[in-house]
């Protein structure tokens, strides 16, 4: 049993805190600012950093202090992350909230942090500006799509398989910016 992966093996509720944070692949994804459509409620991605997103390392620079620093920042939870649609496909806390395996860059089963930025999931290189610098009335300016789709050089036959879900059009005005990230 030991050698079966604590994911493989344990619900998001069982596991430790140590596993919870492990499953966390540093993407950096989730720490896109977002907007929400008020009419439809669905979220589209910005490619303007959170405030605290180190943008070459793509981590939280005050993970510690994130919640209290930046009041909109949700934190991920076992109850939580079953119903955040928005997290993208490749999210290790939603892959295995839904019965997935984790990619084969994960850094659980690469052993290697850096596998994420190679596979081109991370948004290393992609951030164009953090939200310090970019007024709330201007995001709708910097829409994306990649980070709700799975990237070529991420998919490798029978480890995570999943369809990449597909880019949503963009909304005419979004009207908020969605306090999720």
């Known amino acids: ?57 793509c981590r939280c620079a005050d993970y510690e202090h994130r919640l209290k620093k930046v009041p909109d920042c949700l934190q991920l939870t076992p109850d939580n992350v079953p119903d955040l649609n928005w997290l993208p496909p490749t999210c290790g806390y939603r892959l295995v909230a839904h019965g997935k395996d984790l990619y084969w860059w994960h850094p659980l089963v690469s052993g290697d942090p850096e596998t994420v930025h190679i596979a081109g999931v991370s948004v290393r290189g992609r951030v164009s500006a953090s939200e310090t610098d970019v007024p709330e009335d201007q995001l709708e300016d910097y829409l994306v799509s990649w980070p709700m789709r799975v990237p ?8 995570g398989t999943r369809s990449p879900e597909p880019a949503a059009a963009a909304p005419k005005q979004p009207r908020t910016r969605s306090g999720q990230r």
């Not at 950093?49 to 390392?57: I, K, P, S």
């Not at 070529?152 to 480890?159: E, Q």
């Open 152 to 159: 070529a050089g991420a998919r490798r036959k029978g480890l």
């Open 1 to 57: 049993m030991d050698d079966i992966p604590f994911w493989q093996r344990k619900t998001l509720t069982q596991m430790t805190q140590q596993e919870w944070e492990s499953l966390c692949d540093g993407c950096g994804r989730c720490c896109l600012n977002k907007l929400e459509d008020e009419e439809t409620g669905r979220i589209y991605f910005t490619d303007v950093g959170c405030r605290l997103l180190d943008a070459e390392t």
